[in-house]
């Protein structure tokens, strides 16, 4: 397992853009798979985008798809998520997770995913 911490959450209007961070340590990092997830209160929590191993491969949620970027730095253990165009509804607490192994289309799932930081909340006003 990895321990995950999340930084960047904060509150912004409607089309503004935010970039959250995550700081992995643990002795296996680089064989784990980073991703983000966002939960509401009384929700699921629910996939948003996730990179492999080497940041070669990335699968984002339609919900986000063409307004979100993840992408990983290996030389310092950061997972970031690059959010543009925000919209009310993508208020939520957002969690860093990790998994060891690659990923694949059926790895969205939250049990798929093993290491999970505390989470920050982003909340988007109209």
């Known amino acids: 397992q990895v321990q995950l911490v999340e930084s960047g959450g904060g509150v912004v209007q409607t089309g503004d853009s935010l970039r959250l961070s995550c700081a992995a340590s643990?002795?296996?990092?680089?064989?784990?798979?980073l991703g983000w997830f966002r939960q509401v209160p009384g929700g699921e929590r629910e996939f948003v985008a996730i990179?492999?191993?080497?940041?070669?491969?990335?699968y984002y949620s339609d919900s986000v798809k063409g307004r979100f970027t993840i992408s990983r730095d290996n030389t310092k253990n950061t997972v970031h998520l690059q959010m543009d165009s925000l919209k009310p509804e993508d208020t939520a607490i957002y969690y860093c997770?990790?998994?060891?192994?690659?990923?694949?289309?059926?790895?969205?799932?939250?049990?798929?995913?093993?290491?999970w930081g505390q989470g920050t909340q982003v909340t988007v006003s109209s």
């Open positions: 643990g002795r296996t990092v680089t064989r784990h798979s």
């Open positions: 997770a990790g998994r060891q192994g690659t990923i694949t289309p059926t790895t969205t799932t939250r049990r798929s995913w093993s290491s």
């Open positions: 990179t492999s191993e080497s940041g070669s491969r990335t």
